[in-house]
């Protein structure tokens, strides 16, 4: 099982001396190893690109079993393969590390196309690199992560927290992270209000969303944090606990006809808990209808009159004619 991180940095040369420093493999896309610096900050400017962001960095890490059965040597060509799926036309230095039980590659991309001069364009650019990391693990047949949240760091924060200093865009992600394992918050509308009460103020503007920490008036996007602080990754897991929130009363409610039913009750839930079964209720009915039916027969003999029928006597007309 192999996850990814991805980050940048505004100083290349800086990310390939740590990442130089231990690494058991190294190799090199489009690029000499061995004189990666020179040869990436050469090409950034003859384009006249060597301000801003210089180099985009991933991490490929593979769990202590893979690592073991792959070794350095294999894992560092999976990562030279990864490099050519995501940046083809880009310098690429492949350092593998082993002084953990996870073996991991760190990716340094140039930020200059070669072809075009242009640059890296990172802005909504994760989902693609996570699905093409899958599609190397599918090639390699190696386990794949069914949810893989992107985790987006810069250089700086990376180094803060190797030193063991409080990163305060961590302060966010945990605060928001303990608020989306509570299961009481099922919209958005209260996800912004308890964030709000934990020192967070929710910014947004169209589809993106921004984070302020109030303690400080420190800003950052959620895309800056990873895919899942976006506004809609949050959005949509809130949406989904709301409509099952409101779906729960009619499953309560179906399980108890149910039961009613199993119980040879009626499905009419106005009545009394104490209602009798169907079978007397419908004994009681007939007997019922028995009683109205004589009562009925009663009435009508009761409004029948007491008068005898007047018979004519013969009218005598006199004599015939």
Known sequence: MATIKLARTTSCNRAISYAEKRAVEKDGLNCEISNAKQEMTTVRELYSKNDKTQAHLCIQSFNPEESQRLGAKKINQLGIELAEKIAPNHQVAVYTHADKAHIHNHIVINAVNLETGKKYHHNNDFDR????????????????????????RTMAERQLKQKGKAVWKDTIRQKIDTLMKDSSV?????????????????????????????????????????????????????????????????????????????????????????????????????????????????????????????????????PKL
């Not at 996570?130 to 987006?152: C, F, G, M, N, W």
């Not at 809130?238 to 409509?243: G, Y």
């Not at 409610?253 to 039913?261: A, M």
């Open 186 to 318: 099922s919209s958005y509308q209260a996800f912004r209000e308890r964030l709000e009460e934990k020192g967070i103020k929710v910014h947004e503007r169209g589809k993106n969303v921004t984070y302020e920490l109030l303690e400080g008036n420190k800003r950052v996007r959620g895309t800056k944090l990873g895919t899942d602080y976006e506004k809609e990754r949050i959005k949509n897991e809130l949406d989904r606990r709301e409509r099952n929130q409101k779906l729960a009363p009619n499953e309560q409610r179906y399980q108890r006809f149910k039961e009613r039913l199993a119980d040879g009750q009626s499905e009419n839930r106005t009545h009394s808990p104490n209602r009798r079964p169907i079978s007397d209720r419908e004994r009681l009915a007939e007997l019922r209808h028995e009683r109205e039916l004589a009562e009925q027969s009663r009435l009508a003999e009761r409004n029948i009159p007491n008068v005898k029928p007047t018979i004519p006597k013969n009218i005598d007309f006199g």
């Open 129 to 152: 690199v996570s699905r093409l990391h899958d599609d190397l693990l599918k090639e390699h047949k190696l386990e794949i992560v069914q949810k893989q949240a992107i985790e987006r």
